[in-house]
Every structure is written in structure tokens, then in C-alpha cells.
């Protein structure tokens, strides 16, 4: 109401000065042409006039009367509005040009109505799909950095100026940084100057342009050396553009470890493999030249020939009984045996390498009953290679006393091999019966592949269900030992 | 013509042994060793004419043996040959370097062995001859 009030107010005062200044108007136009008659101009022409008068009085009405329909029409349009709004409507007071245009004006606002109801609409489900992809984003980096967390390996991002995004616990330990409050924080100044070749490694593989990079970094701590496979790969944006680099460094130490044992158990495998075949090859040629000038020292040739061949079959079998253990590939073949008589067997194998070394060998009276079920070949081996150990490992004058012990309580039979030898230092006989080792300070002493003890131990353990044990003092001697289940007893429990 | 000392160094028995006899043979004095420690106390006092000693021995390697036997004035003149079951244990410039007259592998034959023996204990003499 007070907006159709305003419009007729203005309609009104628009009306008046609209009258009024076409009234004005025709009254000067009355006037001058009052003058111009009394002035000659027209004389005599009353009739004119008089007929001017009339037209001037007729113009004013006919204005008044045109202004007062327009503002009736507009105070129509203005109670239209109003009524619309209250919702009736009387189309039939307006003219149909004034309906034509108020259709239209409706139609406008009823379309930007509906197109605000829509896009409001619109607006409502944009909001709600993009809450849910916040959501989804949230769930998903808080998984991305439960997985980078979990991970082993230091996992570090950073953004195209090196500043830190993420790290795991493991790169916080690693690299000596609080990897929780260091985000955004630039790394070289979380990172301690000890671990500059990382440093310089994530920048100067920046400059290979996106392309990843590895390289071998080794860190030292408590005089440990690490080693670290470490690999830096680049996060590049929509236009390819590097705009970060994730590093991840994987510890290799054992690997390293690892690798260099298989390297030197190449090295000294073929250092033990041809050292016999040296003495046979070197042997038989002297032979064939008739060097061995009597029947004696032919004979003395031909033994160490038929004794190098053995200890190169040894060898052989050493490196492959252990991969046919390890693989599952070995056949067993266990039986009835007396571990007596494999004893006295490989005494006698054995005796013609520690006579070289003058070394004595000290057996004990075979026990009777000590029978246990097991394959001949492979526990004679195991027999050997600690004889052979013992003796390898023994100054020339020494002694290897080898001794059983049955343990009825426990229905076991225990061998125990002791040597006068050099001993082995108490950090290093955890690893003695370890794939390829190689006791450090005993190197010198003598050649090795680092096999043999680990052969006795997957023997003993793995195929007899057994267990080796050694006891040892550096400069005194050391004591190998298996115990096996006795077979006696197996046999009246499985019955 | 004066009967010839070598030196052998193996901590293999049967190496020590064959060669001995193809040595003795063939007109030769041997003298023996287990380890380069035992070979450098003999060469010292026995002052061989040549050496032929095994490169990886306990207690002291033939590397070792030959570094200290340069360094003493006495024995850095003998000639020594390398015995070794690792092809690329010795490289040229550790041959050059510390005088190695020759390098055999094992498994060597000990008639090639004698034939390399009497080749540098000649071309020794012809130095000597010249000087």
C-alpha cells in the first residue's frame, strides 16, 4: 500500500505541473496572439479568435483529462501490484497493452525467480557434493598418512622448495627431527649437517628435472654404518611442473651384509675348490713326467691324489647338500645306524689331514647302544665337517678329542668334538653356524667358504630334529657339539 | 755352475711337497715355509735365490711377505713368483709395483713352474753379467 500510496502522490504532482504548464503555454500563446490583433495584425478576424480561445480552453482539458487517465492507469497498475501480491489479481481494469507488459514483467520475474530457485538448488548440491569430497579428501589423507606412517622405510615429501609436507617416524628417527611439528619448516634446517649427502642428494637430484633418482647413502650412527638404498621421486601438477619430491630410504645394511658374504664365499669357494684340485692336478703331472723316481713315492702320490679328490668331494657336497636342504630338493634316506660306527668311519677319513698338521685325535670306547635313526651320508658329513673344523682350527701339536654322552632322561644321545684350537670371540658365536660366516679374527687361521657349520646345523636340526650347541674361549679351545633323539626310545613311543 | 736355492711358501703341504720334488729333480736346493712369517725369517737367514710363495696363507699372506721383503735392503732384490687359486687377486700395477716376477694360477703345472724359475734366475744372471 505505501508503494501504490508513493505512485499516486508522484502522479498527482506529475499531473498538476503537466496541467499547468500546458495551460501556461496556451495562455501565452492566447496572449500573444491578443496582441498581435490589438496591435493590427489580425483585425477583424473574430471569429479565429474566438475558435483560438475555444482550442486553448479545449487543449487544457484534454491534457487534464490525458494526464489524469495515464495517472489512473498507473494508480491501477500500482493496485494491481498490491493486489497481486495479495493475490487478486483484476486484470480487466488495465489496458491490454499495460497487461501485455505486466505479463511480461512477471514472466521476467517469475523466470529469474525460478532461475535463482534453481541455481540456489544448484548451489545446495554443489555444497553438499563438495562436503562429501571433503570428506572423502580428509579420509584420504589421514589413510595416506596412517600408510606413510606405518611404513618401515623414512618416507619424507617435500614441496618444490624443499620445505617438509609429511614424514613418517622413521624418517624422524633417522634423520634427527621432530617429523610431527616440522611441517612447512624447511629441511636442511630439521636435517643435522651429518646427514648432508641426503641433503645434497634431494637437491641435486631436483636438477635431473623430474626424473627419479636413486643413490646408495650410508649413516653412522654409534659407529654403525647404515646403509640406505634411497629414492627420490617427483610429484608433478596439472601442467607437469615438479611441485614436490617424495625420498624413501630402505634400510640395505643386512642386504650389504649379505651380499659381500656371498662374495666372499664365491672368493673362497674357489680358493677351496681349487687348492685340491691344485695338489691333484700338480700330482698326477709328476707322475705322468716319472718325477716319482720309486715305487714308494708313487704310492705316496697316488694317496694324496685319492685324499685331495675326497676333500674336493667334501667341498662339493658341502655347497650342494646346503641348497638342496634349503630348497626342500634333498632325498632322505634315514635308517638304523650306529653313531659309533660313523665315529671310527670319519676318524679314519680325517686322520691323514691331522697327522699333516701333527695333531692328535683322541677317541673314546664306543658306547653300545647308541642307535639312532638317521640318513648315513648326511650325518657322516656332519661328523667330518666338525672334525675337519676342529682340526683346521688347531695349532700344529694340538689335540681333538671327540666323545658321546647318552642322556637317558632325556632319551638323547649328545657328541661333543673339543679342540686346543684358537677359540672364538664371545660376539661372534651366535653367528658361527649363520650361512657364509666367517669368524673375523680367525680368517687368517684359515681358509673357509663359511658353509661347513652351517650344513651341520640344517643337518642336525632341520632333517633329524636335533640341535647344535658350542661352547668356546678365545686362545683355549672350543667345544661343537649335536645332540640327536635316540632311536631306541622314538621306536617305543611311536609303538 | 752353483746349485740354485728356492724358497717355497704354501700353507698347503701337498703343494710344498710336489714342488719340492720337481725342483730337487732338477738340481735344486729347497728350503720350505707355512706362512709368509716363517718365509721372511728364512729368507733373511738363508737368502734363496728365488722365492715361490702361495698369495693367501695364514698369519702372513704372500702380499704381506713380499711388501716386507722390498722393504729390507738385504732381501728387496729377490725375485719372487706368485702362486694364487684367484685369478684377479693381483692386479698389474701391484705386479709392477712390488717387483713380482710372475703370477701362477692354481691349479699351476709344476713343469711350467720349473720352466719360470730357470727363465728369471737366468735373466738375473744376465744382469748381473752386464753390471
Known amino acids: 500500500m505505501k508503494y501504490s500510496g508513493n505512485i499516486f502522490i508522484a502522479v498527482a504532482i506529475f499531473v498538476i505541473c503537466a496541467a499547468l504548464f500546458c495551460g501556461s503555454a496556451q495562455a501565452e500563446d492566447y496572449n500573444a496572439l491578443e496582441s498581435r490583433v490589438s496591435a493590427g495584425i489580425l483585425n477583424g478576424s473574430n ?48 489496458s491490454m497493452l499495460s497487461v501485455k507488459k505486466i505479463n511480461e514483467l512477471r514472466r521476467d520475474i517469475n523466470e529469474r525467480l ?4 534453481s541455481l540456489v538448488a544448484r548451489y545446495d ?21 596412517e600408510i606413510i606412517y606405518s611404513i618401515r622405510d623414512a618416507v619424507i615429501v617435500v614441496d618444490e622448495f624443499d620445505k617438509l609436507l609429511m614424514a613418517n617416524g622413521s624418517a624422524g628417527r633417522l634423520l634427527s627431527f621432530d617429523y610431527k611439528n616440522s611441517r612447512f619448516k624447511p629441511v636442511r634446517e630439521l636435517i643435522s649437517a651429518d646427514r648432508s649427502e641426503f641433503l645434497n642428494f634431494l637437491s641435486n637430484a631436483r636438477k635431473s628435472r623430474g626424473q627419479a633418482a636413486r643413490k646408495e647413502i650410508k649413516f653412522v650412527d654409534d659407529d654403525r654404518p647404515k646403509i640406505f638404498d634411497c629414492i627420490v621421486s617427483y610429484i608433478h601438477d596439472n601442467n607437469q611442473q615438479v611441485c614436490g619430491a617424495v625420498a624413501v630410504l630402505h634400510d640395505i645394511t643386512r642386504e650389504k651384509e649379505i651380499s659381500n658374504m656371498k662374495n666372499d664365499f664365491i672368493s673362497h669357494v674357489s680358493h677351496e675348490l681349487k687348492t685340491p684340485l691344485a695338489s691333484i692336478t700338480a700330482y698326477s703331472e709328476m707322475l705322468a713326467d716319472d718325477e716319482a723316481h720309486d715305487e714308494e713315492t708313487r704310492k705316496e702320490f697316488y694317496a694324496v691324489i685319492q685324499n685331495q679328490a675326497q676333500r674336493l668331494n667334501r667341498l662339493i657336497e658341502d655347497i650342494l647338500n646346503t641348497s638342496r636342504i634349503e630348497s626342500g630338493l634333498i632325498k632322505i634316506n634315514k635308517e638304523y645306524v650306529s653313531l659309533a660306527i660313523l665315529i671310527e668311519e670319519q676318524l679314519k677319513m680325517i686322520k691323514g689331514y691331522a697327522d699333516e698338521k701333527s695333531i692328535e685325535i683322541i677317541g673314546q670306547r664306543p658306547i653300545v647302544f647308541d642307535q639312532v635313526y638317521v640318513d648315513r651320508d648326511m650325518m657322516s658329513q656332519v661328523i667330518v665337517n666338525l672334525l675337519s673344523n676342529a682340526v683346521k682350527y688347531t695349532r700344529p701339536g694340538g689335540s681333538v678329542k671327540i666323545k658321546t654322552e647318552i642322556d637317558d632322561a632325556e632319551s638323547m644321545i649328545r657328541v661333543l668334538i673339543t679342540d686346543t684350537g684358537v677359540g672364538i670371540p664371545e660376539d661372534e658365536i651366535e653367528h658361527v653356524f649363520d650361512k657364509y660366516y666367517r669368524v673375523e679374527t680367525n680368517k687368517k687361521q684359515a681358509q673357509g667358504t663359511g658353509l661347513g657349520l652351517n650344513l651341520v646345523k640344517q643337518i642336525v636340526e632341520k632333517v633329524h630334529n636335533g640341535r647344535v650347541f658350542v661352547k668356546s674361549r678365545v686362545g683355549t679351545g672350543s667345544t661343537f657339539g649335536f645332540e640327536l633323539p635316540l632311536a631306541v626310545k622314538n621306536t617305543a613311543a611311536t609303538a | 755352475m752353483d746349485q740354485k736355492k728356492v724358497l717355497i711358501v704354501d700353507d698347503e703341504i701337498h703343494i710344498v711337497h710336489v714342488v719340492a720334488i720337481k725342483l730337487r729333480n732338477n738340481g735344486y736346493e729347497v728350503i720350505s715355509a707355512n706362512n709368509g712369517a716363517e718365509a721372511y725369517e728364512l729368507a733373511c737367514s738363508m737368502m734363496p735365490d728365488i722365492i715361490v710363495t702361495d698369495f693367501q696363507m695364514p698369519v702372513m699372506t704372500g702380499m704381506e711377505l713380499v711388501e716386507k721383503l722390498r722393504e729390507n735392503e738385504q732381501t728387496k732384490a729377490i725375485p719372487v713368483i706368485m702362486l694364487t687359486a684367484r685369478s684377479f687377486a693381483i692386479s698389474k700395477e701391484q705386479q709392477e709395483q712390488l717387483r713380482i716376477s710372475d703370477c701362477l694360477s692354481k691349479p699351476f703345472s709344476p713343469r711350467e713352474l720349473l720352466v719360470n724359475i730357470e727363465d728369471i734366475l737366468y735373466q738375473n744372471e744376465l744382469v748381473a753379467e752386464t753390471k
Open chain 1, 114 to 117: 525460478a532461475g535463482r530457485d
Open chain 1, 125 to 145: 548440491k554443489q555444497i553438499e557434493e563438495l562436503k562429501i569430497q571433503l570428506q572423502i579428501s580428509q579420509k584420504r589423507e589421514t589413510n595416506i598418512e
Open chain 1, 47 to 94: 471569429i479565429i479568435v474566438t475558435a483560438l480561445y475555444i482550442a486553448g480552453a479545449l487543449g487544457v482539458i484534454l491534457t487534464g483529462l490525458h494526464m489524469l487517465r495515464l495517472a489512473g492507469a498507473i494508480t491501477s497498475i500500482a493496485r494491481l501490484l498490491d493486489n497481486e501480491k495479495d493475490g487478486s489479481a483484476d486484470n480487466c481494469e488495465l
